[in-house]
């Protein structure tokens, strides 16, 4: 079992920061890629970054400039830095990653249970 625990969101005017936390505890062996997803009220959830155990990033282009993903492998964590966060970064933020158990299993992903960010004056 491997349980993501997110934090750091919260209602933020426009313009303003966030630092959400994405951590993994659990059977862990090795974590590959990790990311953060979001989902509007009556959206799909949308990749919005992702990072691979090398430190490869990829962005959603809406969010390319402002927000930066990291992470750091002796503690499992991942983080998201959110800047000049504007109204539509509003949603709930979850973590993914992938993990596996042991050197012979596969990756599995996991999800954490989100956190809320609010963006609004």
């Known amino acids: 079992q491997v349980q993501l625990v997110e934090s750091g969101g919260g209602l933020v005017q426009p313009g303003g920061s966030l630092r959400l936390s994405c951590a993994a505890s659990g059977s862990i062996f090795s974590i590959n890629a990790m990311g953060w997803y979001r989902q509007a009220p009556g959206k799909q959830r949308e990749l919005v970054a992702g990072?691979?155990?090398?430190?490869?990033?990829n962005y959603a282009d809406s969010v390319k400039g402002r927000f930066t993903i990291s992470r750091d492998n002796a503690k499992n964590t991942a983080y998201l830095q959110m800047n000049s966060l504007k109204p539509e970064d509003t949603g709930v933020y979850y973590c993914?990653?992938?993990?596996?158990?042991?050197?012979?299993?596969?990756?599995?992903?996991?999800w954490g249970q989100g956190t809320q960010v609010t963006v609004s004056s």
């Open positions: 990072i691979t155990s090398g430190g490869s990033t």
């Open positions: 993914n990653a992938a993990t596996k158990a042991g050197w012979g299993n596969s990756f599995t992903g996991s």
